[in-house]
């Protein structure tokens, strides 16, 4: 018995953010992905791109081969 | 930057579980706790019993150092 | 930054372990895999067979995408 | 059964790692921490302390509720 997942130690979000309130967010991405809750890790818009700030996951939840990820966003570099 | 995590190959109800429906139960658990979804996982009462069922997790959340399963009882051995 | 492995409750063995001594064996997978060590785990020939026998895995290296396994054999039902 | 773990994203080395060759250390942890490998993960000297530099971790071993890295540093921040 065995189970495919993803450890990351960035957030990427390829635009599929949406926002719920402020700077809370939700987002689904495909797959199992195993993230580090309650500490700030690197947001970047694409796999290789450089962090566009930070992010705090407050909330993760595997269902059906897709994982839902709650965040609020806490540190922004610049305008991009 | 860390996560303490525990990795399960068994769900220990300790008779917290509540029913949602029919065989589908849920159940907070504290801390963030890793299991298998979508197959086939053995089912005890407390961490040293013989397990009494099996399980399948439909659905697990962390967030606030707790993690909350959606599961569906497969397999119940007898009367316990 | 995100890295791929698998989740394993069992040990699949498909003929390719080596006895290193006694009751104690290795064996390499492919690919990043998840055990839970020190406790008794079920072990398969096949992916999915039924379990041949238990073993407590001792010590796993992860390298080059590939992670070997040292066991020891606990439990042996009957001979398959 | 279950198997307490923490996963990480970057590497404390609080002074214990020791120099296998050119640039290649090790260092052994207590406790199974998950780390990605094979890609850089920041450096530290202390939990909370800023990187020095910056590691890709080629091979973990994880025995007797320990973890041994070899991992070679890549980038160095400066002279800390």
Redesign the interface.
């Known amino acids: 018995?065995?189970?495919?997942?993803?450890?990351?130690?960035?957030l990427v979000t390829i635009g599929k953010e949406k926002r719920l309130e402020g700077n809370v967010f939700e987002i689904s991405l495909e797959g199992?992905?195993?993230f580090?809750?309650?500490?700030?890790?690197p947001v970047q818009k694409k796999?290789n791109s450089s962090p566009v700030g930070k992010a705090v996951i407050?909330?993760?939840?595997?269902?059906?081969?897709s994982t839902r990820l709650v965040y609020e966003l806490i540190d922004l570099h610049g305008v991009n």
Do not use: G, R
């Open positions: 018995m065995q189970m495919p997942m993803t450890m990351q130690s960035s199992y992905k195993l580090i809750l309650d500490h700030p890790v796999e407050k909330e993760v939840t595997w269902k059906e081969d």
